[in-house]
């Protein structure tokens, strides 16, 4: 991660990473501070030196450096695509769009998954008239089991659920979920508890640590073993290749 990056990410952690949930009509948007899902204002304490958001230090093994383009959780028959996320004009962290197809995103300033820190990915719970969200039982998982990010390079970062957490929105574990760490890990965050109206009065934070780099994937290695075919058969059948 390049320190701007870097920064964008300190920066908006500590002005206050909201979480939207939509449970009522589609388009529904939360505010900057009244939406479902949103956590407090409270600055982390300031990042100790022994963690980075992007690099490639500390106590564990890293995964090189790619952008997640899907997420597996077996035990919840999740699998879903990964989109990229940012930061909308009010300060708070985009959501993903309310769509029939609901997709699950990375927080764009935060690590990709596999490199040191936390890699933030967020899902919502429920999508307005369409239903159940991507996320809807991700307070269900417990510790031990397996979340695979897939990767643009083709590999899988493979992460082991340590703890999963609910709590009021009013007290979000802002320095928890978004501080520095000096191992890679990923936290999934959605929304959870009772809800009231379009409303739910809780978070539910997954925190999970890397465990092993996967290998490439299936689809990866058929599009690369068709393109050397691609690029053989064309050298074969030009007279100019020698």
């Not at 501070?33 to 230090?57: D, E, I, K, N």
């Not at 890293?62 to 028959?77: D, E």
């Amino acid at each position: 991660m390049t320190s701007l990056s870097r920064r964008a990410f300190a920066t908006a952690a500590g002005a206050a990473l909201l979480m939207g949930c939509v449970g009522g009509r589609t388009g529904d948007a939360p505010g900057p501070s009244t939406g479902p899902g949103t956590a407090p204002a409270t600055s982390p304490p300031p990042p100790r030196a022994s963690g980075g958001s992007g690099g490639s230090g500390g106590s564990g093994r890293t995964v090189a450096g790619s952008v997640p383009v899907g997420l597996r959780i077996p035990a919840l028959g999740v699998d879903t695509p990964v989109i990229r996320l940012g930061l909308a004009p009010d300060g708070s962290v985009q959501v993903p769009p309310v769509t029939a197809h609901d997709r699950a995103g990375w927080y764009e300033p935060s690590p990709t998954p596999g490199r040191t820190g936390p890699s933030v990915i967020l899902g919502h719970v429920t999508v307005g008239e369409y239903g159940d969200g991507v996320f809807r039982h991700l307070a269900r998982l417990g510790r031990g089991e397996r979340i695979e990010a897939r990767l643009e390079n083709g590999t899988t970062a493979v992460f082991t659920v340590d703890t999963v957490r609910t709590v009021a929105k009013a007290e979000f574990p802002t320095d928890a979920v978004y501080g520095n760490v000096d191992r890679p890990e990923l936290r999934l965050i959605t929304c959870g508890g009772p809800r009231t109206g379009d409303d739910y009065r809780d978070n539910v934070i997954v925190f999970a640590s890397l465990s092993r780099r996967g290998g490439t994937t299936a689809r990866h290695r058929d599009t690369t073993a068709s393109r050397h075919r691609d690029t053989t058969a064309l050298r074969q059948h030009d007279p100019g290749e020698r």
